[in-house]
């Protein structure tokens, strides 16, 4: 988790310096989900992310190196800078893409559910989306697939509370989304999504059952942002106060888990100076690699 919160902290000083084009969206708060869910899967399982997916492809072992060169612009980039922030993707590390539009990719890793079934080798797909998503038609439609089919996927919904500045209490009917997996006859479940225990507990279960050829679950994790929607929103919104963001900041996932593991003082140095390591080779690898060209803009598209 410290790994990620330091990419993320870095993601976040290069943007407002300018060093990155496009949006950014910073997982800053969600850690314990990125960590909890990724723990619980073998290499060659499958995530399919979001537009604020940096945590997930970190934990799912995507190469930091790639990574932070593709944020750059750079060719030597994850996806030869064509991707950028919101579109990463590592298939080496299982990792099938970060995907920009809102409830994209359920759809997706339903065909990847079938794919794998197909395969018979065990397999399992975990998507993942945030709670404005769960109130699209992609996340019933994929669910109800998968639920009728017993497609191995795990549907994982990060409940920040907030579909950009829209309160999840004004958007969506039931008190937990979980919920909404009973009318799929599947299983459904609401985790502390700052625990990351409690999470890699629940996608333990919920990945076992999908091995046993049982079908779909549902997992929902409480969570929160500390910081805006996207970099260009300020970490106070109109739409939330400080006293909110503070009340969550005292459940920071990084804070929790320290409590959880007790770390001696040289452990928890030697934890750090290792992560300011692989960050430092991260930004060097980067920003001594030649910028994408041009005229290999339209290189590996297919459509």
């Known amino acids: 988790?410290?790994?990620?919160?330091?990419?993320?902290?870095?993601?976040?000083?290069?943007?407002?310096?300018?060093r990155i084009k496009g949006a950014v969206h910073v997982s800053i708060g969600q850690e314990a989900c990125s960590v909890g869910v990724c723990s619980a899967l073998n290499q060659d399982d499958a995530i399919l992310t979001t537009h604020r997916g940096h945590g997930h492809s970190i934990a799912k072992g995507t190469r930091l190196n790639e990574m932070m060169a593709e944020l750059l612009g750079k060719a030597t980039g994850l996806c030869k800078a064509r991707g950028g922030s919101m579109h990463i993707a590592d298939i080496s590390k299982g990792h099938y893409g970060a995907h920009s539009i809102v409830g994209a990719n359920m759809p997706m890793a339903a065909g990847m559910g079938l794919a794998f079934q197909l395969e018979g080798k065990g397999r399992v797909a975990v998507v993942f989306f945030g709670d404005g998503a769960s109130n699209q038609g992609s996340f019933h439609e994929s669910l109800n697939l998968c639920a009728i089919w017993k497609l191995p996927v795990v549907f994982f919904c990060e409940n920040n509370h907030y579909a950009v500045s829209f309160h999840v209490n004004r958007s969506t009917a039931v008190r937990d989304i979980s919920l909404r997996a009973q009318s799929y006859n599947a299983p459904g479940v609401t985790v502390d999504g700052m625990?990351?225990?409690?999470?890699?507990?629940?996608?333990?279960?919920?990945?076992?059952?999908?091995?046993?050829g049982e079908g779909p679950s549902l997992i929902e994790a409480k969570t929160y942002r500390f910081f805006g929607h996207s970099r260009g929103d300020p970490q106070f919104g109109p739409y939330r106060t400080k006293e909110e963001v503070e009340r969550w900041r005292k459940r920071d996932p990084l804070i929790v888990a320290e409590k959880m593991f007790k770390p001696t003082e040289a452990e928890?140095?030697?934890?750090?100076?290792?992560?300011?390591?692989?960050?430092?080779?991260?930004?060097?690898?980067?920003?001594?690699?030649?910028?994408?060209?041009?005229?290999?803009?339209?290189?590996?598209?297919y459509a």
């Open 1 to 18: 988790m410290l790994r990620i919160r330091r990419f993320e902290e870095k993601t976040d000083e290069l943007f407002m310096a300018g």
């Open 268 to 301: 928890k140095k030697a934890i750090q100076a290792e992560v300011d390591k692989e960050m430092a080779t991260a930004i060097e690898f980067a920003e001594k690699s030649p910028d994408a060209a041009l005229s290999s803009a339209l290189e590996d598209v």
């Open 195 to 212: 625990d990351v225990m409690a999470v890699y507990e629940a996608t333990r279960e919920a990945v076992a059952r999908a091995r046993r």
